[in-house]
């Protein structure tokens, strides 16, 4: 549902009339180069910056981690640069995501590192910016 990935304070989501008529969203009057750049906050995904550059996704999947929330993960991605990692961890939730950030916001390391986690952002569907319906 397209509700759940949205934040309504920034975004307003397409609405469907019963006729099924599409009530055009604002940005859709924007060129299809303008939205390429649009960021959309999505509330079931969340990055965490300052990992252990070890970090594994079996190690961020079991339940002392982000494995432990109630609806579980459905994807993570890990990046690990010189220093720190970066995962991006897409929750079966909104509510598990805001846990997540809530809990990684208040980790602090042994050696005094801290993480900082937000709401993931995405584009917008390539179907959408070619005026296509999404058949997802």
């Known amino acids: 549902d397209i509700s759940d990935v949205l934040d309504h304070e920034y975004f307003n989501e397409y609405t469907i009339k019963p006729c099924g008529i599409i009530t055009p969203h604002p940005h859709s009057k924007l060129l299809q180069s303008e939205l390429v750049t ?26 002392n981690w982000y494995g432990g929330f109630a609806g579980g ?5 890990l990046r690990h640069n010189t220093v720190t990692s970066t995962a991006w961890i897409h929750f079966k939730t909104k509510e598990d995501t805001a846990e997540a950030i809530i809990f ?24 959408f910016r070619n005026n296509e319906r999404c058949n997802k």
Do not use: M, W
């Open 38 to 63: 649009i960021k959309i906050r999505n509330k079931r995904k969340c990055s965490i910056d300052g990992l252990p550059i070890n970090i594994t996704e079996e190690v961020l999947r079991h339940r």
């Open 104 to 127: 990684s916001n208040n980790a602090i390391f042994n050696d005094g590192r801290v993480l900082k986690a937000n709401y993931g952002a995405d584009n917008y569907c390539s179907h």
């Open 73 to 77: 993960i459905q994807s993570i991605h």
